[in-house]
């Protein structure tokens, strides 16, 4: 019995790449303009890294305004080394379907290149070998495994579903993280004076990450480090404050430039890492109120910000500097001036 398309998606996704190959060409040979088999077959041939064999057969329906043929082009274009073209296609697939498998992604990888935000969570760890970790934001525990021993760990989140042990010591409150401040001794339950690297990836509104990093702060010492999820907005649909897609930011880039603007003595930049950026902020002091004291007022103001058009400028407001671990490190050491350190254009 002859096997469908659909068989045959299957049989690549398990890895069978010729197999599900002879099934896309035996529907071509009885239907030669089959936009989905030759949209797949194209997809096969990116995954054997053959871009350009990708591009012909994609060249056959290239009127389909289909968002799998956009897709995959920006993929072959990718894997050529234009990122521009591919940026453009990509940016095309999703604005006919926003919801496509590897769509944003692929866009985050081609405007923010480099190491994914846990490959550069694993260099926070491994550098400087925090005594405490604290995690807002635990859910599957994807980054808070990346904590090694003797690290001692407190995650917050008020549904943490871990599918793994952690590999030291890991303490897990099914908490808001407002209700874990107002409730917790957080110097008992991380066994040690000060927090000496957070990570914020919870509530993705600007005004609870806000609210967050005002706690954290009140217990940072001289050498502490926040690090902030989803600071770089890729776009206006999967930045804004309500979700509307599955690859989803929400608002949580406001807070760069909110402690550009309210707190300059911090040390405040963004890692160029995909999928959306990885804020890093240094200089804290426990004894600072000025976030709390203007609360309402940063609200009333960011509130209604919008997303920067200009991608120059969106690059400047969240002080987005290159997805390299040296240049990560000389910015945490004040040994790059922030201008010298700025993300080049793409």
Same mark, same amino acid.
């Given at each position: 019995?002859?096997?469908? *398309?659909?068989? #045959?998606? =299957?049989?690549?996704?398990? &890895?069978?790449?010729?197999? +599900?190959?002879?099934?896309? !060409?035996? %529907?071509?040979?009885?239907?030669?303009?089959?936009?989905?088999?030759?949209?797949?077959?194209?997809?096969?041939?990116?995954?054997?890294?053959?871009?350009?064999?990708?591009?012909?057969?994609?060249?056959?329906?290239?009127?389909?305004?289909?968002?799998?043929?956009? *897709?995959?082009? #920006?993929? =072959?274009?990718?894997?050529? &080394?234009?990122?521009?073209? +591919?940026?453009?296609?990509? !940016?095309? %697939?999703?604005?006919?379907?926003?919801?496509?498998?590897?769509?944003?992604?692929?866009?985050?990888?081609?405007?923010?290149?480099?190491?994914?935000?846990?490959?550069?969570?694993?260099?926070?760890?491994?550098?400087?070998?925090?005594?405490?970790?604290?995690?807002?934001?635990?859910?599957?525990? =994807?980054?808070?495994?990346?904590?090694?021993?003797?690290?001692?760990?407190?995650?917050?989140?008020?549904?943490?579903?871990?599918?793994?042990?952690?590999?030291?010591?890991?303490?897990?409150?099914?908490?808001?993280?407002?209700?874990?401040?107002?409730?917790?001794?957080?110097?008992?339950?991380?066994?040690?004076?000060?927090?000496?690297?957070?990570?914020?990836?919870?509530?993705?509104?600007?005004?609870?990450?806000?609210?967050?990093?005002?706690?954290?702060?009140?217990?940072?010492?001289?050498?502490?480090?926040?690090?902030?999820?989803?600071?770089?907005?890729?776009?206006?649909?999967?930045?804004?404050?309500?979700?509307?897609?599955?690859?989803?930011?929400?608002?949580?880039?406001?807070?760069?430039?909110?402690?550009?603007?309210?707190?300059?003595?911090?040390?405040?930049?963004?890692?160029?890492?995909?999928?959306?950026?990885?804020?890093?902020?240094?200089?804290?002091?426990?004894?600072?109120?000025?976030?709390?004291?203007?609360?309402?007022?940063?609200?009333?103001?960011?509130?209604?910000?919008?997303?920067?058009?200009?991608?120059?400028?969106?690059?400047?407001?969240?002080?987005?500097?290159?997805?390299?671990?040296?240049?990560?490190?000389?910015?945490?050491?004040?040994?790059?001036?922030?201008?010298?350190?700025?993300?080049?254009?793409?």
């Amino acid at each position: 019995m002859a096997q469908s *398309l659909d068989d #045959a998606v =299957a049989l690549a996704q398990a &890895g069978r790449l010729t197999e +599900a190959e002879q099934i896309f !060409r035996d %529907a071509l040979r009885s239907d030669p303009t089959n936009a989905r088999a030759l949209c797949l077959l194209a997809s096969a041939a990116n995954s054997r890294k053959a871009h350009r064999e990708a591009l012909d057969l994609l060249a056959r329906i290239a009127g389909s305004g289909l968002a799998p043929v956009h *897709l995959e082009k #920006a993929i =072959a274009h990718f894997g050529l &080394g234009a990122p521009e073209i +591919a940026l453009r296609e990509a !940016r095309q %697939a999703v604005a006919i379907s926003p919801n496509i498998d590897r769509g944003y992604r692929l866009i985050s990888s081609i405007l923010l290149p480099g190491e994914f935000y846990y490959d550069m969570l694993k260099r926070f760890h491994a550098r400087f070998k925090p005594r405490s970790y604290f995690e807002i934001g635990v859910y599957k525990g =994807a980054s808070i495994l990346l904590a090694n021993p003797p690290t001692i760990v407190v995650g917050v989140d008020p549904e943490p579903r871990l599918l793994e042990a952690p590999k030291t010591i890991c303490k897990i409150f099914p908490l808001r993280s407002d209700d874990y401040f107002a409730s917790r001794d957080v110097r008992q339950d991380l066994e040690t004076d000060a927090i000496d690297l957070a990570f914020i990836d919870g509530l993705h509104t600007f005004d609870q990450v806000l609210r967050d990093f005002i706690n954290v702060e009140k217990f940072a010492g001289e050498d502490t480090i926040v690090l902030i999820h989803d600071c770089f907005a890729i776009d206006d649909l999967t930045a804004d404050r309500v979700r509307k897609t599955l690859f989803w930011t929400g608002d949580t880039w406001k807070i760069i430039p909110i402690l550009r603007e309210f707190r300059r003595d911090l040390n405040v930049f963004t890692i160029a890492a995909p999928g959306s950026g990885l804020g890093v902020v240094s200089g804290l002091d426990p004894r600072s109120t000025v976030l709390a004291d203007s609360f309402d007022q940063i609200v009333a103001r960011y509130g209604s910000m919008t997303v920067e058009p200009d991608y120059a400028r969106r690059r400047e407001q969240a002080a987005l500097v290159a997805n390299d671990w040296t240049t990560v490190e000389a910015r945490l050491t004040g040994k790059a001036a922030a201008d010298s350190a700025m993300m080049p254009a793409l």
